[in-house]
């Protein structure tokens, strides 16, 4: 385990939840990272990628204009803020890093199986 993911809880339909992505092992500014989630009985869905520019940014269809990926360098973080959350973002969200350290202009992909190092990850429930 590499990464950790945090922030996650319960929130009503409409609300707002600030997810953060962090390690102690390396800096995250060399790789590309994926926030990707998982529910009960369904696939894995890369949500949200965020390549070593801050400036290449990825989203699923289904997350597009509520979810906004970002990079603290000083923090050694990458945070995904997510708005109007509905109860089909109900999951666990996971954060990852690409397999190998890219160049800076490189794109980010959402493709899970590109990424290594997530952890426990971190509840994220909508209801009412």
């Known amino acids: 385990v590499q990464l950790q993911a945090s922030g996650g809880g319960l929130v009503q339909p409409g609300g707002s939840l600030r997810l953060s992505c962090t390690t102690s092992?390396?800096?995250?500014?060399?790789?590309?990272v994926l926030w990707f989630r998982q529910a009960p009985g369904k696939e894995r869905e890369g949500v949200s990628c965020?390549?070593?520019?801050?400036?290449?940014?990825d989203y699923a269809g289904s997350v597009k204009d509520r979810l906004t990926i970002s990079r603290d360098k000083a923090q050694n973080t990458v945070y995904l803020q997510m708005n109007s959350l509905s109860p089909e973002d109900t999951a666990t969200y996971y954060c990852?890093?690409?397999?190998?350290?890219?160049?800076?202009?490189?794109?980010?992909?959402?493709?899970?199986?590109?990424?290594?190092?997530w952890g426990q990850g971190t509840q994220v429930t909508v209801s009412s």
């Open positions: 092992r390396f800096n995250l500014d060399n790789y590309a």
């Open positions: 965020i390549g070593r520019s801050a400036a290449i940014t």
């Open positions: 990852a890093r690409a397999r190998r350290r890219a160049v800076l202009t490189a794109s980010c992909y959402l493709d899970a199986d590109d990424y290594v190092g």
